[in-house]
């Protein structure tokens, strides 16, 4: 059986990278291919590296643009890609352009997809993960969801239950398989963290497109800064943009963003997160750190109803709530957040293809364990 993985994006790469081993462990035909959605070293090169995914058989090289043209230049670009390697797979992951790009073109070619994070939702249009997330479950033919309330969600749009399965969470996996080496990496020490610290990730288009949202945000960061370390490494959209709106950062430390090691370190040390990304909200519940996600939604529930995550809609209840916040007694560990979420996802495709070859009639792929 031969995978296609297709990745393109920051938050793809610790996801495709514990199943990329699996897969390889068991024997199984790999291509990867990189869109070039990020192709910066730091938000790209050396995830590949500390992540020790190979290096992308084939990369598109799209870059940035508006989301039409970046989602176009994927689609025209991975066609041929698909054609020639003509996998029995296409795996993708996530919810970024990459992912509802790569999907559209393997269901046209009757090559079946699998999409590896299927079934979250915000429930909020205005994000345009969410308009990947639908087209892109739509269309695959094996949903492996990371957590049950996803399953109930597709199976509520209609989606036929032989097509899920719960395999649990694979950025845990990569989590725990880099905490050793992110320690000894000593990065938090480097930066001085310590349980003072609250760490900052921003880059959503809710929070970092408007002037006036982004003003607020820093105002209300601000705030905390004056009684503790606020650190914030930056995304490269994020620091446009505050360079644009000429927002001047006074006790906020702005620093480049960090590799996935460093952050994982860094996570571990600090005493507080303030977020808005998917990847952040559930690798902090996995660390046991109080997070604050600065939105109104979250495709994430989990880490509310059993993590350590909660919403903030109104920013002016923010310092008081990370002044009040504390660690957990033992970080909390949802369903299938045990580091071997990717051996099911192998199995999952490896089950659904026998299923396809008629091996097994009636074949289900539901709770693979
Ligand atoms: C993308 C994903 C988002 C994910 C985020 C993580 C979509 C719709 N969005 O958003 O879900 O959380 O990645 O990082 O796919 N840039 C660079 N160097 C790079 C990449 C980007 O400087 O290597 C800058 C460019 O100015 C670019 C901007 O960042 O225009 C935005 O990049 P883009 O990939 O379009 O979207 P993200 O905001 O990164």
């Given amino acids: 059986m031969k995978l296609l993985h297709v990745v393109g994006a920051r938050p793809n790469f610790p996801k495709v990278a514990p199943v990329h081993r699996a897969a390889a462990a068991t024997g199984l035909d790999q291509v990867i291919v990189h869109t070039g959605q990020h192709y910066d070293d730091e938000m790209s090169g050396r995830f590949f590296r500390e992540l020790e995914i190979p290096a992308p058989d084939v990369n598109l090289g799209v870059g940035s643009a ?48 699998a999409h590896v994070e299927a079934g979250l939702r915000s429930g909020d249009r205005t994000m345009p993960e969410e308009i990947n997330r639908i087209v892109t479950d739509r269309l695959a033919e094996l949903l492996l969801i990371p957590s049950k309330d996803a399953g109930e969600t597709l199976r509520g749009e209609g989606v036929p239950k032989e097509q899920i399965a719960f395999v649990g969470n694979v950025m845990i996996d990569s989590l725990f398989h880099a905490l050793p080496v992110a320690q000894s990496t000593g990065a938090a020490k480097r930066l001085e963290i310590d349980e003072d610290t609250v760490l900052v990730t921003l880059h959503r288009p809710s929070n970092v497109d408007s002037t006036a949202r982004l003003s607020a945000v820093v105002d209300a960061l601000e705030l905390i800064a004056a009684e503790r370390r606020v650190l914030f490494p930056a995304h490269p959209r994020t620091r446009q943009r505050l360079n644009e709106a000429g927002v001047v950062l006074r006790r906020i430390e702005l620093i480049p963003p960090l590799s996935y090691h460093e952050m994982v370190d860094a996570m571990q040390a600090s005493g507080v997160a303030v977020t808005d990304s998917g990847g952040v909200q559930e690798e902090t519940t996995a660390l046991g750190i109080p997070c604050f996600t600065l939105r109104d939604n979250t495709e994430r529930p989990i880490t509310i109803s ?59 792929f539901t709770n693979v364990s």
């Fill in 66 to 113: 508006s989301h039409a043209k970046q989602t176009a230049r994927i689609i025209e670009a991975i066609e041929p890609v698909l054609t020639n390697e003509t996998p029995d797979w296409v795996v993708v992951y996530g919810d970024v352009n990459s992912t509802m790009a790569a999907a559209l073109v393997a269901a046209k070619l009757l090559i079946p997809v």
């Fill in 306 to 364: 059993e993590g350590t995550n909660t919403l903030v809609t109104d920013l002016g209840t923010l310092s008081e709530l990370v002044r009040a916040s504390r660690r957990p007694a033992t970080a909390p560990r949802p369903d299938g957040w045990d580091g071997r979420a990717a051996e099911r996802v192998v199995r999952a495709l490896c089950q659904a293809q026998r299923g396809r070859l008629g091996v097994a009639q009636g074949h289900q």
